[in-house]
């Protein structure tokens, strides 16, 4: 029950970033994604934000604009 309330906590985070500019970091190339988000989908149960067309982990979010 307590990972159920964590993970909709978590969910609810990610849905309130729709619409504002995130700066987030890309582990594959080590560089830097800033952009909008236009939607998030849950992989596996974890948030994926779409930022300007690519997808982002939400636990690479470095900033909030």
């Not at 500019?21 to 190339?29: F, I, L």
Request: aromatic share 0%.
């Amino acid at each position: 029950a307590l990972l159920g309330i964590i993970a909709l906590q978590t969910t609810s985070g990610a849905v309130a970033l729709i619409g504002k500019t995130v700066a987030a970091r890309d582990p594959k190339s080590d560089t830097m994604i800033t952009g909008v988000v236009s939607q998030v989908k849950l992989t596996d149960g974890m948030p994926t934000l779409l930022v300007d067309g690519q997808p982002v982990d939400l636990a690479n979010v470095v900033t909030v604009m």
